[in-house]
Nanobody, 128 residues
Framework: HVQLVESGGGSVQAGQSLTLSCAVS????????LGWFRRSPGKEREGVAV????????YYDDSVKGRFTVSSDNAANAIYLQMDSLKPEDTAVYYC??????????????????????WGQGTQVTVS
C-alpha cells in the first residue's frame, strides 16, 4: 500500500512557477512531520521544506527560502510545494517523505533524510 504519492512535476523556464502535490494516506498524515526533498544529478538527496501536520509550522532550507512555500490540507491529507522564481539549479527529482511529528517540533534533524521513514516515488522537475 503506497503511503505517499507525488504529482505536478514538469518542465518550465527559469523564473516560472510550479506546484507539487503529495497525497498522503490518512494513517501516515496524522501527527507527522512531512518533508519535501530533492535529488539533483550528481548530488545527495537534500531536504528543502518541511511542515508539521499537527501545528502547520513550516521550515525551509536556505536555498529555497523566499521562493518555495510548503502548505498542507488536512481535509485532503495532502501537502503542497509552491515553487516560484525557479532556477536551473532547482532541477531535480522531488520527493515527499514522512517522519514522526517529534522530528519537526523537537528539531531532531528536520532536513536529514535518515529520519524519514516513508517516501514517495518522486516527480521530476526540470528548469531550463
Amino acid at each position: 500500500h503506497v503511503q505517499l504519492v507525488e504529482s505536478g512535476g514538469g518542465s518550465v523556464q527559469a523564473g516560472q512557477s510550479l506546484t507539487l502535490s503529495c497525497a498522503v494516506s490518512a494513517s501516515t498524515y496524522t501527527n507527522a512531520c512531512l518533508g519535501w526533498f530533492r535529488r539533483s544529478p550528481g548530488k545527495e538527496r537534500e531536504g528543502v521544506a518541511v511542515i508539521g501536520t499537527g501545528d502547520r509550522r513550516t521550515y525551509y532550507d536556505d536555498s529555497v527560502k523566499g521562493r518555495f512555500t510548503v502548505s498542507s490540507d488536512n481535509a485532503a491529507n495532502a501537502i503542497y510545494l509552491q515553487m516560484d522564481s525557479l532556477k536551473p539549479e532547482d532541477t531535480a527529482v522531488y520527493y515527499c517523505a514522512a517522519a514522526p511529528f517529534d522530528v519537526c517540533i523537537l528539531n531532531l534533524g528536520r532536513f536529514q533524510r535518515v529520519n524519514y521513514e516513508q517516501w514517495g516515488q518522486g516527480t521530476q522537475v526540470t528548469v531550463s
